[in-house]
């Protein structure tokens, strides 16, 4: 069974500061995406990634596919409050599957 | 303009009834989901149709059937509701299977007493 851990869990900062959210897998993906979601709402799609090293930029969201396409990362820089909420990977698997697998989830609170 | 609507917003109901939600894109999108996400807020797929026909079906009790009418449709019928069944339950679209943007739904935030 694929899994997808994401660490922190929570995350609360201030405004102004850095951040960075992790997926982490045993299985390889063949492509992964981020979703934000807010409160009440679906989850938006915010980017998808395919290839292992990729690096893609959302203005201030800069989003990694580890080279082994295992992993991935999204830094947020000089985070604002209008980031604030839940932040979710999803891996689609390699084996011709038709779905993706999301991860655990990581809340993310800005405080002004 | 909603790309994809949910009906109900919210469902209250007891133990033993069974309910329906419905859900619609206006996106031309050939492929539809459905997820549902816990009070933990894990989010995990139940079912997916591809023009009509079903194409992932998720280890989920017999209770729940999808019925797609069309491929802008796709409905979720829940018989015998159980406590268990609380969650949200999101719609998506897909333009084609298999590695695209989903656009999700609002959800159908489903209570169970």
């Known amino acids: 069974t694929q899994l997808l851990e994401q660490s922190p869990q929570f995350l609360s900062i201030q405004e102004g500061e850095n951040l960075t959210v992790y997926c982490n897998s045993s299985?390889?993906?063949?492509?992964l995406q981020w979703y934000r979601q807010e409160p009440g709402e679906g989850p938006v799609l915010l980017v998808t990634?395919?290839?292992?090293?990729e690096v893609k930029k959302l203005k201030r969201l800069t989003f990694q596919f580890g080279d082994a396409r295992k992993d991935s990362s999204l830094h947020i820089t000089a985070a604002q409050t209008g980031d604030t909420g839940l932040y979710l990977c999803?891996?689609?698997?390699?084996?011709?599957?038709?779905?993706?697998?999301f991860g655990t989830g990581t809340r993310l609170k800005v405080l002004a | 303009d909603t790309a994809v609507s949910q009906t109900p917003k919210y469902l209250v109901t007891q133990m033993g009834n069974d309910k329906s939600i419905k859900c619609e894109q206006n996106?031309?999108?050939?492929?539809m989901y459905w997820y549902k996400q816990d009070s933990k807020k894990f989010l995990k797929i139940m079912f997916s149709?591809?023009?009509?026909?079903?194409?992932i079906n998720e280890t989920v009790p017999n209770r729940f059937s999808p019925k797609s009418p069309d491929k802008a449709h796709l409905n979720l019928h829940i018989n015998s509701l159980e406590l268990g069944d609380s969650a949200v339950y999101f719609c998506?679209?897909?333009?084609?299977?298999?590695?695209?943007?989903?656009?999700f739904g609002p959800g159908t935030r489903l209570t169970v007493t």
């Open positions: 990634v395919v290839t292992g090293g």
């Open positions: 999803a891996g689609r698997g390699t084996s011709g599957t038709y779905k993706y697998i």
């Open positions: 149709y591809n023009n009509k026909e079903l194409i």
């Open positions: 996106l031309g999108h050939d492929t």
């Open positions: 299985s390889v993906f063949s492509s």
């Open positions: 998506a679209s897909s333009p084609r299977v298999a590695g695209y943007e989903q656009y």
